[in-house]
């Protein structure tokens, strides 16, 4: 009965992650790719992730491991995802995406306690399998019509194919850009698998080998036919950063540094690679409109900052994105985009800065750490000791989680693709794949002395580097507010004002707005009716401590515009203007101030160039004047719009 109960319980890892993909697939069942909208299971599903973690607590007899360096960071991470609820305007969205995130929780603790190299390879196995089951699905499902590929062979066999699918999965379309990301995260595991097949002496190797292949073949094959150019380029970083990685391993412990150097140089050409492809398909600085297909990131990216700079401290709340970026940076009535296609400025704009440099920390300290323990390997098998990574199958496996984990990354700096979808919930299976592998090879030595350093090296370095990176940034956004003059301490305290007033007005007046019904309840007569005193008062506290500050100003001339207080959104937008802000929001609201007075020429002269000014000034002349029989206003309003063509 010892050896049942014992090959039992040596399974008992794989039920685990089985377990988290389960609740994860739950979780992941509502709303659509991006929008976290709909019916949802809420905590049903945590019960699969409260069996998992007492399987965990019943085969290790509640026996803590080692935990990774980069666990403070992560717990930060986490933290902040749960207080930014507090700032959510819509809670049901919000709760939504924050169980994805808890799926993905349940995920990496799957991932982090597969216990050795077989468990591990399993894991993989089902990885790769889940990202060729996607790329399968998306090939079937995708309208081909519309593509290059329009008309071949492989539109129309995919097309044929996908007429037989169940109604539930061909009304499944997958947003190309977050599954050529999911086909990132498991592209690199087939590599250490098929390594791990070749090892392997049995009958099945060549079953094992040939399946590998046709799983990791989908896939790459899903990834060609996405289009996503963000996939491409974090597609060659990461054949680029794993022939560095191998070389690196095998080089002397002082040609190190040289490889060290190296990889940082790849970094800094990858960033410069993704910003070229940014940047050539930048618009005219005079463009009406914004770039077709949103290439533009740069001016994406300048809007999701406008965000960052009015709630530093809480972020707008997790899945709160496209209509705070609709009302309070774009200044239009209607959804306009899901996020901002940047992993960091995302995380920056719903969880806050502290959220933000949580992240980077988190995946940092990750990468540090893995390539340490690749490195190691040489220094512990010349001191005796047994070898951190002692084979090469256990070397690929690190490498591959390595691959993994910097696709993300690196794909993060031009798109969006995981967190700012449902994918959300594989954001954190690279941090597990690394502990696993990492932990799963430590001697009993190295665990005692990672014991002993922890306190410091495991927990209290990363935490003191989050909170340095948070405390940079932030200085550097109130540095930004206004009001030079005043004291520091002063336009801290006014920043934080501000954010809760913003806080306050988005829960006021998106509780009540409705996009889909913009033309019976505009966002103006929602800031004529609600009760804004709240937001108000915050503002009216952040300029007692700051007059220059932004946000307090911005947000108090947009409700005096709305409300027809003409002269008073003039005298407060001019104060936003002389203490030096010059951004696009402040440009906007300023120039509508100026149409509400007459002045026409000042309007056109500070709006001039911006995209969707002369569409928000035909806007501005029918909702705020004509649809009111202000015809004088709407006359400027429309003589504007005429000079900005």
Request: charged share 15%; hydrophobic share 50%.
């Amino acid at each position: 009965m010892t050896k049942p109960h014992h090959a039992a319980v040596t399974w008992i890892p794989t039920l685990e992650l089985i377990l988290a993909a389960g609740a994860a697939g739950l979780w992941y069942t509502q709303g659509g790719w991006v929008e976290y909208a709909g019916s949802f299971h809420g905590a049903l599903p945590l019960l699969l992730l409260v069996v998992m973690w007492s399987l965990r607590r019943i085969t290790t007899r509640g026996r803590a491991a080692v935990p990774p360096p980069f666990l403070g960071p992560l717990v930060l991470f986490l933290a902040t995802a749960a207080t930014s609820l507090w700032a959510a305007y819509d809670l049901q969205i919000a709760g939504a995406k924050a169980w994805l995130l808890v799926g993905a929780l349940g995920f990496y603790w799957a991932l982090a306690h597969q216990p050795d190299h077989t468990r591990i390879v399993a894991a993989c196995a089902l990885l790769l399998m889940g990202g060729a089951g996607v790329a399968a699905l998306s090939t079937l499902t995708s309208d081909w019509s519309t593509t290059s590929i329009a008309g071949t062979v492989i539109a129309r066999a995919a097309e044929a194919a996908g007429g037989l699918l169940p109604a539930a999965l061909a009304a499944e379309t997958l947003n190309a850009n977050v599954a050529g990301a999911i086909y990132l995260l498991t592209l690199p595991l087939s590599v250490p698998l098929i390594a791990a097949a070749r090892q392997d002496g049995t009958r099945w190797r060549s079953l094992w080998i040939g399946g590998t292949c046709a799983l990791a073949a989908v896939t790459l094959v899903g990834l060609l036919l996405t289009g996503s150019r963000g996939a491409y380029v974090a597609l060659v970083a990461a054949g680029a950063l794993w022939g560095a990685l191998r070389l690196s391993a095998s080089a002397p412990p002082d040609r190190r540094r040289i490889a060290l150097a190296a990889l940082a140089g790849l970094a800094i050409i990858g960033v410069g690679l993704a910003l070229y492809i940014v940047s050539i398909a930048s618009p005219s600085p005079n463009a009406e409109s914004a770039p077709s297909s949103l290439r533009n990131r740069l001016w994406l990216w300048q809007l999701g900052f406008s965000l960052v700079r009015d709630m530093p401290f809480t972020g707008i709340g997790v899945g709160m994105f496209e209509m705070m970026l609709t009302l309070y940076s774009l200044l239009i009535h209607v959804g306009f985009v899901e996020h901002a296609h940047n992993l960091y400025l995302d995380v920056a704009i719903e969880q806050g800065v502290l959220g933000a440099a949580a992240l980077v920390t988190m995946s940092a300290t990750a990468l540090v750490w893995g390539v340490r323990a690749l490195w190691s390997r040489p220094e512990t098998a010349r001191s005796g000791e047994q070898p951190m990574v002692p084979n090469p199958g256990h070397q690929c496996m690190l490498e591959a989680a390595l691959v993994s984990l910097s696709t993300l990354l690196v794909h993060g700096l031009i798109d969006d693709a995981i967190y700012g979808s449902r994918g959300i919930v594989l954001l954190l299976v690279p941090f597990g794949l690394l502990v696993a592998v990492i932990r799963g090879q430590h001697t009993s030595s190295a665990k005692k002395a990672a014991g002993r350093d922890r306190p410091l090296r495991h927990f209290g370095v990363p935490v003191l580097a989050n909170l340095a990176l948070t405390v940079f940034v932030v200085g550097g956004i109130v540095a930004a507010s206004g009001s030079g003059g005043t004291a520091s301490a002063s336009r801290l305290r006014a920043t934080w004002h501000a954010n809760r007033g913003a806080v306050e007005q988005a829960r006021a007046e998106l509780a009540e707005y409705d996009q889909e019904r913009f033309s019976e309840r505009s966002i103006g007569e929602v800031r004529r009716q609600q009760d804004l005193s709240a937001a108000l008062g915050c503002y009216a506290r952040a300029l007692s401590l700051a007059p220059g500050n932004r946000t307090a100003l911005l947000r108090q001339g947009m409700i005096a515009l709305d409300r027809f207080e003409y002269d008073q959104a003039l005298e407060v937008l001019q104060s936003a203007r002389d203490a030096g802000h010059r951004d696009r929001v402040t440009r906007m609201l300023y120039g509508d101030a100026l149409v509400a007075v007459g002045q026409v020429e000042d309007a056109v002269r500070v709006t001039g160039g911006l995209p969707f000014a002369r569409a928000r000034m035909l806007g501005q002349a029918w909702e705020r004047y004509r649809s009111r029989g202000d015809d004088e206003r709407a006359a400027f309003a429309y003589a504007a719009a005429e000079s900005l063509e």
